[in-house]
């Protein structure tokens, strides 16, 4: 399988928005401390975490093409077919199925919502993020208006309540800070 190095270096050298790496970046720990607790293959969510936008730079906004070109991408590199196929999950072109392909699901818009309450206390830091604000802004609409409660509720299918689930992806993101910026 792909080396986290060769995936890193191959996701920075295609994405320039520093924005969006951060975000593959967030999802990658997210991902891992997923496995983890599930008791998962951590490189391979990580890996997929970390690679699920990576045709961002050439589908923005086209939602059509989005996944699917990542995942003739990824058809020439040495990754698994679960991890391709996941990236497609994850844009709904498949049914999420498989525990990894439900993970990133979930794991993708969480990064969003938790990026979105670290801007708005007053250090800007992760670690200033508290679950319990983050319960309360996932009920209004306007706040991080984009991110997908839904999706982050179908955390409760991996058998993690909300809570649990906000707290884990908190603490992964809190883990690589640096990385994020936050
Ligand atoms: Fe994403």
């Known amino acids: 399988m792909l080396s986290r190095q060769a995936a890193y270096d191959f996701v920075k050298g295609r994405i320039a928005n520093p924005n969006l790496f951060r975000h593959m970046l967030a999802t990658e720990a997210v991902m891992e401390d997923l496995a983890e607790r599930l008791g998962e293959d951590r490189a391979l969510w990580g890996l997929t975490g970390l690679l699920h936008d990576l045709d961002l730079d050439v589908t923005e906004g086209d939602m059509t093409r989005h996944g699917r070109v990542a995942y003739e991408v990824l058809g020439g590199m040495d990754v698994p077919e679960e991890l391709r196929r996941a990236v497609l999950a994850h844009v709904g072109h498949v049914a999420a199925e498989s525990r990894l392909e439900r993970a990133i699901v979930a794991a993708?818009?969480?990064?969003?919502?938790?990026?979105?309450?670290?801007?708005?206390v007053p250090t800007r830091k992760l670690a200033d993020v508290k679950v319990e604000s983050l319960r309360k802004r996932m009920k209004e609409k306007r706040f991080a208006a984009n991110v997908s409660r839904e999706q982050i509720a179908t955390c409760v299918g991996l058998g993690l309540e909300l809570e649990e689930f906000l707290g884990l992806a908190l603490r992964a993101m809190q883990r690589v800070s640096a990385d994020l910026g936050l």
């Open 108 to 120: 993708d818009p969480v990064t969003g919502l938790i990026t979105a309450g670290a801007l708005v």
